[in-house]
């Protein structure tokens, strides 16, 4: 069963820029899935924030395209989130997930990430 | 903008009674692409239901989706303890951009 584990910072400052990775196992991201991000502020609901296949085509929310650049690095079964010009509406809990039949099959536990000075 | 309504915000049922959590699409469904998710506090949504009524790999058939158009419905049969949880619904529109509902609480009466 594939397993995707987050990483990141925990605390990013305003204005600056949030950097996640997610690192999978037991699958490899050149297997032709699409893999997203997904966040969900403290008490509130969930957000897509956009996917990636390994081919490096990508997709984004359009509410946060201008800010968001995914990546992947199929040599480390990775990808990874760039939001740049983060503020404190950026607080969140960020999940990565592999993509299944037009939804999100298996996710990450999530890593939480504060904008504050 | 498709905008996803989940109703009721809140469902306060007791274990072993029926479950029926709506979610309406501001524009209607050119595909079956909706899904729903289960949340548990401190916990990653867990996937139940996609493409409307098919369910996920090991989830209870006490689970199940129906609807189309901008009228979906998750219907849980018999509610176990373990089922008190947020429920999302989300819908997959092209070119590519998932939308999920604001989420109904079940919660124990």
């Known amino acids: 069963q594939v397993q995707l584990q987050e990483s990141g910072p925990g605390l990013v400052k305003p204005s600056e820029t949030l950097s996640l990775t997610c690192t999978v196992s037991?699958?490899?991201?050149?297997?032709?899935?699409?893999w997203s991000w997904v966040r969900q502020p403290p008490g509130k609901g969930l957000e897509w924030i956009g996917e990636?296949?390994?081919?490096?085509?990508?997709s984004y929310n359009p509410s946060l395209k201008s800010r968001v650049t995914i990546s992947v690095d199929t040599s480390k079964n990775q990808f990874s989130l760039t939001l740049n010009s983060v503020t404190a509406a950026d607080t969140a809990l960020y999940f990565c997930?592999?993509?299944?039949?037009?939804?999100?099959?298996?996710w990450g536990q999530g890593t939480l990430i504060a904008v504050s000075p | 903008e498709v905008v996803l309504t989940q109703s009721p915000g809140t469902l306060s049922l007791s274990p072993g009674e029926r479950a029926t959590l709506s979610c309406r699409a501001s524009?209607?469904?050119?595909?079956?692409?909706l899904a729903w998710y289960q949340q548990k506090p401190g916990q990653a949504p867990r996937l139940l239901i996609y493409d409307t009524l098919r369910r996920a790999t090991g989830i209870p058939d006490r689970f199940s989706g129906s609807g189309s158009g901008t009228d979906f419905t998750l219907t849980i049969s018999r509610l176990e303890p373990e089922d008190f949880a947020v429920y999302y619904c989300q819908r997959y529109d092209t070119p590519a951009m998932y939308t999920f509902g604001q989420g109904t609480k079940v919660e124990i009466k």
């Open positions: 037991d699958d490899s991201i050149s297997r032709g899935w699409w």
């Open positions: 990636i296949h390994h081919s490096g085509t990508t």
């Open positions: 524009q209607g469904l050119a595909n079956s692409y």
């Open positions: 997930a592999r993509n299944g039949d037009y939804s999100q099959d298996s």
